[in-house]
Each structure stands twice: as C-alpha cells, then as structure tokens.
C-alpha cells in the first residue's frame, strides 16, 4: 500500500506539469532549467547527515517566471520535496550575467523528530521560501541558495529549450 509521502512525490510533477502548461500558453518561449545541488554548507548542528542530494525542474517563461519541482534529501537525510512558483531577476547593475530568484511553495517529507524543524509544518506540509543570487550565461547557471537559517547550497544548472 502506498504512502501518502509516495503518492505525493507521484502527484506533484502532473500538478507542476499541468500548471507549467497552462502559464506557458501565455507566452512565446519556454525553457527547462534542470539545476544540481554542487554543494552544502550547514549551520553548526549534529543532527545534520551529510551532503544534500538536491535535482530541481524549473519552467521559465520569458517574463521571468517560472514553476519548478525540487526533490532533495533534507539536511536530515530525509526524502523531501518543494513544488514552487517563482521569479528571476537579472541584476544588470551587479553584473551583466547576474540574477537573483525567489521561489515560493510548499515543502513537504520533514517528518518524526525533524516535523518541528520548518516553522509552520502542517502534517508535513509547510511553506517555504528560498532566495538565491547567482550567474548565468548561455544557458549555464550557478547559484547560492539560502536555505533559511540552516544552510547555505551550491547549485549549478542548464537550459533546456521545449
């Protein structure tokens, strides 16, 4: 029998899907940025276990939005994932290839001893906001994700045309 964690995980990309679809009807170009967590760096705490293992989908519009699905082992080693809507700001007064973006969604997989660790988790399900400031030119990515008070990630990424 399935887990409502499993059915989830298997829910959210046709959720994601569907809601990418509908928004990319409202523009011309749509791309796929597919982005790996490179690198983590905890807050001093020994509960943390390890690297992150972190993928994440975005679909971006040209008016620089995007909806992404992240699926990552929290910095407690448990499976868990953020289904999000977002937007990218390039920062041309920094750098040229500089940007910032703000992801907004729902979190979910912090579970037993950990449920308390996001502020608001509501039988597993919480709200996350996560910033990050980065570079991309030609398609290629790299940025610093600021993962609330806990941690602070590497993630590089690509474009993908659709």
């Given at each position: 029998m399935?887990?409502?964690?499993?059915i989830l995980t298997l829910l959210l990309p046709v959720l994601l899907l569907r809601v990418s679809?509908?928004?990319?009807?409202?523009?011309d170009s749509r791309k796929?940025?597919?982005?790996?967590?490179?690198?983590?760096?905890?807050?001093?705490?020994e509960d943390f276990s390890g690297a992150p293992l972190m993928a994440s989908f975005e679909i971006r519009n040209?008016?620089?939005?995007?909806?992404?699905?992240?699926?990552?082992n929290n910095s407690f080693g448990q499976f868990s994932q953020f289904v999000y809507y977002?937007?990218?700001?390039?920062?041309?007064?920094?750098?040229?290839?500089a940007r910032a973006k703000l992801a907004l969604g729902i979190?979910?997989?912090?579970?037993?001893?950990?449920e308390d660790e996001l502020a608001l988790n509501f039988g597993?399900?919480?709200?996350?906001?996560?910033?990050?400031i980065g570079f991309k030119k030609d398609g290629l990515g790299v940025d610093l994700v600021v993962l609330s008070n806990a941690a602070l990630m590497?993630?590089?990424g690509k474009d993908f045309d659709l």
């Open positions: 399935m887990n409502k964690s499993m679809v509908s928004a990319a009807e409202e523009v796929l940025y597919a982005q790996l967590g490179a690198y983590a760096h905890y807050s001093d705490d040209s008016r620089n939005r995007l909806y992404g699905l992240s699926l990552f977002g937007w990218e700001f390039p920062l041309p007064r920094l750098h040229r290839y979190v979910h997989g912090y579970r037993d001893e950990f597993r399900f919480a709200p996350g906001l996560v910033p990050a590497i993630a590089v």
